[in-house]
C-alpha cells in the first residue's frame, strides 16, 4: 500500500521557519523524483520545490533563497527546510511522488497535505 505522510506544518509568525516531512512506503522511493507542492485559498496548487533522480533541484521563484527541497533515500522520506517565511507561504502543502519510466508509463501519488499559515 502507497502512503505519504507530511508533517511539520504548523502556525508561525513572518520570518520564522518549518521543517516539512514526507514519509513514504509502499513505493521504489530512490526511482522516483519527490516534489512539494501548495495550495493557498481559492488559487491553484502550484509546485513548489522538487527533488529529482538523479538528484536535480527546481525551485519555485518566489522561495529560491528561502526553501530547501531535500531527500533521504535511507529513511524513504523528504524534506522541505522553509525559512524567512512569508504570509503568502500559507496554505496547504502536498508530497507528490512521480515516476516516469522508458515505456511510457508513469505512476504518481499525493499525500494528503500538511497546512502551514504564516501569520502575526
Known amino acids: 500500500q502507497v502512503q505519504l505522510v507530511e508533517s511539520g506544518g504548523g502556525l508561525v509568525q513572518p520570518g520564522g521557519s518549518l521543517r516539512l516531512s514526507c514519509e513514504t512506503s509502499?513505493?521504489?522511493?530512490?526511482?522516483?523524483?519527490m516534489k512539494w507542492y501548495r495550495q493557498a485559498p481559492g488559487k491553484e496548487r502550484e509546485l513548489v520545490a522538487g527533488?529529482?533522480?538523479?538528484?536535480?533541484?527546481a525551485y519555485l521563484e518566489s522561495v529560491k533563497g528561502r526553501f530547501t527541497v531535500s531527500r533521504d533515500d535511507s529513511k524513504r522520506t523528504a524534506y522541505l527546510q522553509m525559512n524567512s517565511l512569508k504570509p503568502e507561504d500559507t496554505g496547504v502543502y502536498y508530497c507528490?511522488?512521480?515516476?516516469?519510466?522508458?515505456?511510457?508509463?508513469?505512476?504518481?501519488?499525493w499525500g494528503q497535505g500538511t497546512q502551514v499559515t504564516v501569520s502575526s
Open positions: 507528490n511522488a512521480r515516476l516516469r519510466e522508458r515505456d511510457g508509463r508513469e505512476y504518481e501519488y
Open positions: 509502499g513505493f521504489a522511493f530512490h526511482d522516483f523524483a
Open positions: 527533488v529529482g533522480v538523479p538528484t536535480m533541484y
